[in-house]
């Protein structure tokens, strides 16, 4: 065959007359190598073309065939130097080095094109299949089917369609920009501006704009979580509350709607046992207030200044609230006082009357009212009591009781001072001497 039939140019004329009377890819790539030798084309030539005379770019020149012919060798092998090149295209150093220089300046414009507007795009077809009434996953698939599959991310469609479902539907080039960027320092936190500039085709100015952008929604998300959203999950709870739901299957229905972490199965707890009780209270001072109370538990070291800073309020309202924690403090203490002075010796009595061991109504009294709310040792006094005395709860004296919780505190904390413990009994330092009095006559 003449060789200069055969050459690229020569081939390449012929794929252009073919496409012009309407023979597709496939059918050209036949016709030549019928015409010309089985392997003188490959079929994925015949595509890379045709789709370029389908984009309207005809230009079939020597130097264009040259360049694509370069890519392709680069392609299959990219660790051939220069004069390697040179040698395979039949050309000099100087020809080698101007294609690799234009093929780079193409790559790097196709790619800056695709930064600026492929994002756009592919939010605008979110948008298309939001309207459409499918779902994130649903309109992710589809996408990467038809565009590549690593073009979009899954938790990226949640994030626009979650926006979209607010009302959102703001697509702006600026928007976009900021939403990559949060997704590249997601992926990234150590990337400097001028990193991040090059990533986005943007300048530096450019990224600080949207870095302090970013920065001033999240400060005002933050705020809208401590200020709103606790008041807005206690009611989520009383609801299921309402609802017959209990603690826990509140906390996982809640979790799995706003988020892993979102809020805890001992505040659930909390509130339940609070409503449980009657107390619907859920004002937004009263969520302050036990947002308070668990920040304190978590670190008792912070001061009233951190306080008010993590809750977003002043430090005269802190000190309200420290206030009203401790009169909460105070009225537990009598409710401790009158519940050890009766319902619990009661529901000893009772276990006792069951011919129950004392390590069974200490257990089962716990499981029901609090795990360390009576100690076994407590429970076998009482056991051993009834078993000496008149068996009628209403016979057994308070000042027995008394005397009873007074032995178990001095146990428990020998250091304590006549003062302290009238304080935590809710009587007079009189009667503690009384009792510490008669509790060493007793000894004796």
């Not at 009212?369 to 709860?393: A, H, K, P």
Request: hydrophobic share 30%; glycine share 2%; aromatic share 8%.
């Amino acid at each position: 065959m003449d060789v200069s039939k055969s050459s690229k140019l020569y081939l390449r004329q012929f794929m252009l007359d073919y496409f012009h009377v309407h023979k597709s890819a496939a059918e050209a790539h036949k016709l030549i190598c019928d015409g010309f030798g089985e392997n003188i084309v490959s079929l994925s030539d015949c595509e890379t073309w045709f789709n370029r005379f389908d984009s309207s770019d005809k230009d079939i020149s020597q130097r264009r065939v040259k360049i694509d012919e370069l890519k392709a060798i680069c392609k299959e092998n990219p660790h051939l130097t220069q004069e390697e090149l040179a040698k395979r295209l039949g050309t000099s150093k100087s020809t080698i080095e101007r294609y690799l220089k234009k093929i780079n300046e193409v790559e790097e414009k196709e790619k800056q094109v695709d930064k600026q507007v492929d994002r756009v795009f592919l939010v605008q077809l979110m948008l298309d299949y939001f309207h459409n009434h499918k779902s994130a996953a649903e309109a992710q698939r589809l996408i990467c089917e038809e565009y590549g599959e690593n073009i979009v991310s899954l938790s990226n469609c949640e994030r626009w369609f979650n926006r979209f479902d607010s009302g959102d539907e703001n697509i702006s080039k600026r928007r976009v920009k900021i939403e990559e960027l949060k997704e590249i320092r997601q992926r990234n936190l150590k990337l400097t501006q001028e990193e991040l500039a090059k990533r986005l085709g943007t300048s530096k100015s450019t990224i600080e704009r949207y870095l302090k952008k970013i920065n001033e929604v999240e400060e005002k998300e933050k705020q809208v979580d401590k200020q709103v959203d606790r008041v807005f999950l206690v009611q989520l709870m009383l609801d299921y509350f309402h609802n017959d739901k209990n603690a826990a299957e509140a906390q996982r229905l809640i979790c799995e709607e706003y988020g892993e972490n979102i809020v805890s199965l001992s505040n659930c707890e909390r509130w339940f046992n609070r409503f449980d009780s009657g107390d619907e209270n859920i004002s937004k001072r009263r969520v302050k207030i036990d947002e308070l109370k668990a920040i304190c538990k978590e670190n008792p070291h912070l001061t009233q200044v951190e306080l008010a800073e993590r809750l977003g309020t002043s430090r005269s309202t802190i000190k309200r609230y420290l206030r009203n924690i401790k009169e909460e403090e105070k009225e537990k203490q009598v409710d401790k006082q009158v519940d050890r002075g009766f319902l619990d010796h009661e529901l000893m009595l009772d276990y006792f009357h069951k011919d129950g061991s004392a390590k069974d109504a200490q257990r089962l009294i716990c499981e029901e009212y609090g795990e360390t709310i009576v100690s076994l040792s407590d429970c076998e006094r009482w056991f051993n009591s009834f078993c000496s005395d008149d068996l009628d709860i209403l016979h057994v004296s308070l000042r027995r009781m008394e005397i009873e919780e007074l032995k178990a505190m001095r146990k428990a904390n020998p250091h304590l001072t006549q003062v302290e413990l009238a304080e935590r009994l809710g009587i007079s330092q009189s009667s503690i001497r009384d009792y510490l009095k008669e509790m060493r006559e007793m000894e004796e």
